[in-house]
């Protein structure tokens, strides 16, 4: 909404809040703003009026609310009379009575355009409308219609207070530079209620009306220029006033503009941007120019006379007779108009480099300008630049040079180059230097090196030192260069040398012979060859590196063997690449059948090239012989041979036979020498054979001889073990095998015997007392061995169960292992049985429980892994013999009510066994019969390991109809137990029908009772029943006794003196016997009683009566439940009946 669209409260008496369209709620104050879409509350007693934008007014009763809405906030105010005579047929006396009588005024005049309504409370109007009436109405008042105790409107004609207007708090002081726009800030002390009128005027600061424009204001605030006042609409607090500074070129200084609004002031400064300036220029100048100028120029407005004072000061360049420049100083004066002015400075041209040298003209002290760039820099140049303006500067740099080329041995280690710098300089000066690869490459043949040199002002040369490398390769003369580059205060004038690099022995140019790398070409040795192999190869071979190819010549030359018929002459030429080392030379030779002497030829080499020569000639020997050639193998030979065969033989054979055969020509007696020798049979008493040693002699013809040796039979398995009988020495032969292999069999194999020392391997089986602690086994050989035999080792149960159940355990205690007969053990699955020894002990833990079990078992298996046995592995069962006493059986009595339905006996073993414990058991009568009172019940009880207690139910029977039996027994008999004894084989079961016992409440226990009879007197006798309840399982007795009560016995009223006093009949009245008691036979609930009654015929008044009492010295005792009897007293009253008292 626009700023105005607001209603403003100038009425206020009591609490009113305002609620927000977000739910948010505040009180309201004097002078607050409503805005559109809120919501007005009054409290109870609260009065509030709001001034609308549209001009209108709106009272607010207490205990309403009011919502500014468009329509509230958006009409303009009607002409007072229209808003109150809309009819002009209403007269004045007719509003009155609209009003006296608390109606809707409203209703008496046409409503507005805005539809607004008085305060009739039917209508539930929540404001009033105050309407202005042209005429005078007193001296009614009105008063609101909803509630006639609430405050009530002030009469008409009351003036109410409105709220004061706000006065200007503050107005802000601002400052722009020319050009821009004055901003002042106006602050109200609280927004305006209505329109409001201020005072206002701007200038008579130093600032005139030319050098600021017309004020513009914000938030609707207006200016009457020609009242000097300006109007703020209602609902502002603060508005700005902007007024813009003029930009002029004239040169002035700050101006003032103050701006008063309602009384308070504000003063703006403008900023002047017309001050002339003062700049100087930077110069470069070549040294040789002589002088260098500097302009001062002055900027802006020119229209007055100007000055400005000017020094020269040192920077790198300094002053002074025989430096850099002639320091100057002075004052620069600008006529009025005259824009530039120069500086003109000598500078001296020297031979020295120097490099760019500056200096400074310093501008200070300006008069009517200002400066804006107060130093110039001249900068002398002596480097052969262009210069900015054209041309170069003269150069005095100065100049690097390297060496000439040279030579240097490979053996020297390094090379030296020189660089020289020529020329003056202040300055140091440097250059870039590198190494460039020739023929010669950086790494294999030098040392890449690349840098910087760096000179002194007065340092004139510089060594760089490059190693070279000396090495074995020939590789003949190879180069490289040092470049130098990139001078810094310098020039190049011989940028590159080059360095030449020789390894081949020459004369050096300084003197003295480079170390010679060149390789050297030898013929091998003189060579042995057997005639049958028809070529025999002479190696001509290169020592030494080198990257260059190698030639050298080479011929064959007679000895005492021939060429033609020995061997065929050759010649040529060897040519070796610079990887090649070596090349060979074969030459035929000639397989005669003639046995010949040794016979001999040369190779000579000749005419070398790229290298030097070493050995020059070799010999080649061709042999047909036999003899064992320098290369290994033997000549062919028409010799006879001798050779030994080898035997496998049984430890128990006792000797071992070799035979030694000469084969080939046989017409020539021969000898060859023999021994034996150890291998892994060792001679030796009480070893394993007996040396040997001697010669055979062959006679013509003769092809075999034998060699006995005597063997050692023990009991200890060695394995094959094997000697040997070697031959040597022989002659007039060659040996053509000279090791005959003599092997003991102790394995049941070889000829000669069936010895078998194979050990056995076995694993003990212990038996221990659950107690013992542990079970030892022992693994065993039964021979010892000559190697150590190694077993795993693994426990399985068997009735026995392990990891600590009834043997071994979780951890590594499993199995322990000792090897010293039980002192030590260790932790362990495997075990080794030493070499010389037969057995090692295992053992495992053995857990003592408290269970009854029977003798456990369970197995060691011995695995072998290492060794020779006869079989692969070996079991031993432990046998666990138990410790534990056998658990005995007992059965508990219990006492039942009939009622419960069941009876359960429990059976408990007294201690937990190990094994499946049984026992029988079946029921008998006690005077609990089966069938009646009782289910018959037999079976068996099976106890698993652990189990300590089972249960027995027995049904009984709840007699229907109810019969008093009393306590009644059966029993629960244990017979033939498995695994344990019988200490308590009887249980007793008791069932109750008293009301007692465990399970249910049945009570058949009977009640006596006895009837009262009503007779006439003249029916001759008076007849009771003497009854029980319930049937009983025993007969119930009762003594009788009449007594008095009204009626008199004795024959008066009742009975007699005789025995006829009281008759008692058991089978229904039939028959009656004289008696003084009664039966009520078992299984029966009654008897009769009578007495006499005696027919006076005598009137009275009361109707007799008399009662059946009991004698006191014959108590009746009925069977009941309880130990103590019980005795019951029966009253006989005709006139009352009968109630049995105990």
């Known amino acids: 909404m626009s700023a105005q669209a607001r209603g403003v409260v100038v009425i206020l008496q009591g609490n009113a809040w305002v609620v927000s369209p977000d739910g948010s709620k505040r009180a309201i104050k004097l002078g607050d703003e409503i805005q559109e879409g809120q919501i007005v509350l009054t409290e109870d007693g609260t009065r509030l009026e709001l001034a609308l934008p549209n ?87 009105i008063d609101r219609a909803a509630d006639s105790s609430s405050e009530e409107f002030p009469p008409f004609g009351t003036q109410l207070t409105a709220a004061p207007a706000p006065t200007v708090s503050s107005v802000s002081s601002p400052t722009q530079t020319e050009g821009n726009t004055l901003v002042y800030s106006v602050s109200l002390s609280a927004s305006t209620i209505t329109s409001t009128t201020y005072s206002f005027s701007l200038g008579s600061g130093t600032a005139t009306s030319s050098d600021y424009g017309t004020p513009i204001f914000s938030n609707g605030v207006s200016y009457d220029s020609a009242t000097g006042t300006v109007t703020v609409p ?213 040392t890449a090196t690349a840098g910087t040199l760096t000179f002194a002002a007065n340092e004139t040369s510089k060594t760089i030192t490059v190693p070279i490398t000396n090495d074995t390769v020939f590789e003949g003369a190879e180069t490289f260069s040092l470049q130098i580059s990139t001078p810094t205060n310098a020039t190049i004038g011989d940028n590159s040398q080059v360095a030449t690099i020789v390894d081949d022995g020459r004369t050096l140019p300084g003197g003295g012979t480079s170390n010679d790398d060149r390789p050297s070409v030898s013929i091998g040795s003189n060579v042995v060859i057997d005639e049958a192999a028809g070529t025999v190869t002479f190696t001509v071979t290169k020592t030494g590196s080198t990257n260059l190819p190698v030639t050298v010549d080479f011929a064959t030359a007679n000895g005492s063997a021939t060429a033609g018929s020995d061997y065929t002459a050759i010649n040529g030429s060897l040519t070796f690449a610079a990887n090649e080392t070596t090349k060979t030379i074969t030459v035929n030779i000639t397989n005669d059948t003639t046995y010949e002497i040794s016979e001999d030829f040369t190779v000579s080499l000749s005419n070398v090239s790229g290298a030097t020569l070493g050995t020059s000639s070799a010999t080649g020997t061709i042999v047909d012989d036999g003899r064992t050639l320098p290369g290994g193998g033997t000549a062919n030979d028409d010799r006879p041979g001798f050779s030994i065969n080898d035997v496998i033989i049984n430890e128990a054979a006792g000797t071992v036979t070799f035979t030694v055969t000469r084969a080939g020509d ?118 010892a061995s000559t190697t150590a035999t190694s077993v795993n080792l693994a426990l399985t149960n068997g009735s026995a169960t392990g990891t600590g159940t009834d043997y071994g355990s979780a951890t590594a205690t499993n199995l322990q292992v000792s090897t010293d007969g039980g002192t030590t053990w260790s932790n362990a699955t495997t075990a080794t049985i030493a070499a010389g020894t037969t057995s090692v002990l295992v053992r495992t833990p053995i857990t003592n429980d408290a269970l009854d079990e029977v003798n456990e078992n369970f197995t060691l298996t011995a695995t072998r892994t290492a060794g020779t046995t006869t079989n692969a592995s070996a079991n031993g069962t432990a046998t666990i013999t138990d410790d534990d006493a056998t658990p005995s059986l007992s059965v508990n009595d219990i006492t039942v009510n009939e009622a419960a339905g069941t009876a359960t006996f429990t059976v408990t073993l007294s201690a937990a066994s190990g094994q499946t414990v049984t026992v029988g058991y079946n029921t008998s009568d006690g005077t609990a019969t089966a069938g009646s009172d009782y289910t018959s019940t037999t079976g068996t009880l099976t106890f698993a390991p652990g189990v300590t207690t089972q249960t027995i139910t027995v049904n009984i029977a709840n007699d229907a109809p109810a019969i008093f039996e009393g306590a009644e027994t059966f029993n629960v008999n244990l017979v033939t137990p498995t695994n344990a004894t019988i200490t308590d084989n009887l249980g007793v079961g008791t069932i109750r029908d008293d009301g007692t016992g465990t399970g249910g409440t049945d009570n058949d226990t009977p009640t006596l009772s006895v009837s009262s009879p009503t007779v006439a007197e003249n029916a001759g006798f008076a007849q009771f029943t003497v009854s029980l309840n319930n049937a009983s399982t025993t007969a119930t007795s009762v003594n009788l006794a009449l007594t008095n009560g009204s009626a008199t016995g004795t024959g008066t009223d009742y009975g007699s003196a005789t025995a006829t006093n009281l008759q008692v009949s058991t089978d229904g009245g039939t028959t009656w016997s004289n008696a003084t008691t009664a039966t009520i036979a078992a299984g029966t609930t009654s008897v009769l009683v009578r007495t006499p009654i005696t027919n006076d015929g005598l009137q009275k008044q009361t109707k007799p009566s008399h009662s059946l009492q009991p004698a006191p010295q014959a108590p009746l005792q009925m069977a009941a439940p309880q130990v103590t009897p019980l005795f019951w007293t029966m009253i006989i009253r005709p006139s009352q009946g009968m109630t049995p008292i105990r």
């Not at 609902?235 to 007024?243: C, M």
């Not at 006379?305 to 002074?320: I, L, P």
């Not at 020297?412 to 202040?426: E, L, R, W």
């Open 234 to 446: 209602s609902g502002v607090s603060n508005f700005t006033v902007s007024i813009a500074a003029i930009d002029d070129l004239l040169y002035e200084q700050n101006e003032t503009v103050p701006l008063t609004m309602g009384g308070v002031t504000g003063i703006g400064t403008i900023v002047d941007n017309d001050t002339p300036t003062l700049s100087i220029n930077d110069v470069i100048i070549n040294e040789a120019a002589g002088t260098v100028t500097f302009t001062v120029t002055r900027a802006g407005d020119l229209t007055q006379a100007a000055s400005v004072q000017y020094a020269s000061a040192n920077d790198s360049a300094t002053s002074g007779a025989g430096n850099d420049y002639t320091a100057v100083a002075g004052t620069l004066n600008f006529a009025a108009n005259v824009a530039t002015q120069t500086i003109t400075v000598s500078i001296n041209n020297d031979t020295v480099f120097e490099g760019a040298e500056s200096f400074n003209i310093n501008l200070s002290n300006a008069v009517g300008a200002v400066i804006t760039d107060s130093q110039g820099v001249g900068t002398i140049v002596d480097d052969g630049r262009t210069l900015p303006g054209g041309g170069t500067a003269n150069d005095d740099r100065p100049v690097f040079n390297v060496g000439s080329d040279f030579i240097v041995d490979e053996a020297a280690g390094t090379i030296t180059f020189t660089v020289t710098k020529t020329g003056s300089t202040n300055l140091a000066s440097s250059v870039a230097f590198t190494t460039v690869d020739g023929s010669a490459a950086a790494g294999s043949d030098y």
């Open 55 to 141: 001009g209108r007014e709106i009272s607010l009763e207490s205990g309403r609310e009011l919502l500014i809405d468009a329509n509230l906030l958006g009409f303009a105010p009607e002409d007072a009379t229209n808003a109150a005579l809309k009819d002009l047929n209403s007269s004045p006396a007719a509003i009155a009575r609209v009003i006296a009588s608390g109606g809707d005024l409203s209703a008496e005049l046409d409503p507005t355009a805005a539809g607004l309504s008085g305060g009739d409370a039917s209508d539930s109007h929540s404001f009033v409308r105050v309407i202005r009436i042209n005429e005078t109405v007193t001296p009614l008042s």
């Open 666 to 783: 046989l017409t020539q007696a021969a000898s060859v020498q023999y021994a034996s020798a150890n291998d892994s049979a060792t001679s030796g008493a009480g070893n394993d054979y007996t040396a040997v040693a001697g010669t055979l002699n062959f006679a013509a013809n003769v092809a075999t001889q034998t060699i006995t040796v005597s063997i050692n039979n023990d009991t200890v398995f060695e394995g094959a073990e094997s000697f040997n009988i070697n031959l040597s020495n022989a002659v007039g032969a060659v040996i053509t095998d000279s090791q005959g292999v003599g092997t003991i069999r102790d394995d049941g194999t070889g000829t000669g015997g069936t010895d078998n020392d194979t050990p056995t391997l076995s694993v003990s089986s212990p038996t221990v007392a659950e107690n013992a602690g542990f079970a030892q086994f022992t693994v065993s050989l039964n021979n």
